[in-house]
């Protein structure tokens, strides 16, 4: 098991709304520290061993529950696990003791070469096999369990042994992991393959679910098919908000990400954002009071 740094208690992870941690908004936090019930921040971004950036986390860290979420592990890589990426991350997660650890049903990298992007799977036993496989060794290093995103699509393998929504149960189950139920990207593969998100939402046991993610997405016109692009690049769409409150009646408060990666705007709108979370998970406890 990892060694605990008594400057890092591990703090619980509310049922609250948080927000994802960029750089924009580091000075006003650190100056500020304005109420956030939680903060996430992309694992790769702080595999630097020194520099202001960890002189910030540390500060940062001290006062807020932490998630790290990983972009670049590659889980489902027909290469095997990268032992530097794994072992700085064990680091990190050593060094901050984050509350969630999580990372992505996907693959980015083969053959020493990197795409910039999280590309999918095909929806077979041979690919559940591997990263039930994989995700087994990732928490084996880190001595402690991992949530795992399920993430947007813009193309379907022919064939295939399951749908999407059991693929992922399926790996979650035989793997012990958890689940980072991404709602905006069950919303856009929903749109871009033509099915019902409600029936994603039923297949998922709700003891797995770990954390939320919420984002805006891109619709792209004049095509002769619909088509969403998951951008992070803009509020969360009505659309989305309504299979969240059909979420959250399903699995109860679940700790709520507010993700924005591109056009980030200023801490405010985040915050707004988050705050409309918040309502949907307010409503749930007082009606289940």
Known sequence: MATR??????????????????????????????????????????????????????????????????VGLSLGSADELNPAHLGRLKALVDRYQPALVSEHLCWGAVGGLHSNDLLPLPFTEEAVRLLVSRIGQVQEVLGRGILVENISNYLRFCGGDYTEWEFVVEVVRRSGCGLLLDVNNIYVNAVNHAFDPLDYLR??????????????????????????????????????????????????????????DQDIPDLEMLLAEAGRAEEVLDAYRAHAA
Do not use: C
């Open 5 to 70: 740094d008594a400057a890092f208690p591990v703090l619980p992870m509310p049922a609250e709304a948080g927000i994802g941690l960029r750089a924009p908004h580091v000075e006003r936090i650190l100056r500020d520290r304005p109420y956030i019930p939680w903060l996430e921040v992309h694992s790769e971004n702080l595999f630097a061993a020194g520099g202001g950036i960890q002189s910030a986390m540390a500060q940062i860290r001290a006062d807020y529950p932490l998630s790290l979420h990983g």
């Open 203 to 260: 297949a998922i046991p709700t003891e797995v679910v770990g954390e939320i993610h919420l984002a805006g997405f891109t619709r792209k016109d004049d095509l002769p098919v619909p088509l969403l692009i998951d951008t992070h690049s803009r509020p969360v769409s009505d659309a989305v908000w309504s299979l969240y409150a059909e979420a959250i009646a399903r699995l109860g408060p679940v700790p709520t990400l507010i993700e924005w």
